[in-house]
């Protein structure tokens, strides 16, 4: 998908592997790690105010696994 977008004339795009490793040892995936830093940014954050968006933001449970890091639940 990068590289089609990047054909596309779009260069300021990252790759993210989300089931890779966090940069952060208290969360178990990548993904977990960006949904935290999201977390923590929307009460200072300037979103739209969107009931779908709300419920997709919020819809995600998770636990804290035996190695006593944070993992969400699957999609």
């Given amino acids: ?5 990047h054909t596309l004339g779009f260069h300021n795009v990252t790759e993210v592997n989300f ?3 966090s940069p952060d ?3 178990a ?3 977990a ?11 200072t954050g300037a979103i739209d105010s969107d009931t779908k968006l709300e419920v997709g933001l919020s819809g995600p449970g998770y636990h ?4 006593n890091k944070l993992v969400l639940e699957s999609k």
Avoid: C, F
């Fill in 64 to 67: 804290i696994n035996r190695s």
């Fill in 1 to 5: 998908m990068v590289e089609r977008v």
């Fill in 19 to 21: 089931g890779g490793p």
């Fill in 25 to 27: 040892d208290h969360y």
């Fill in 33 to 43: 790690y960006m949904w935290a830093q999201m977390n923590d940014w929307l009460p």
């Fill in 29 to 31: 995936k990548h993904r």
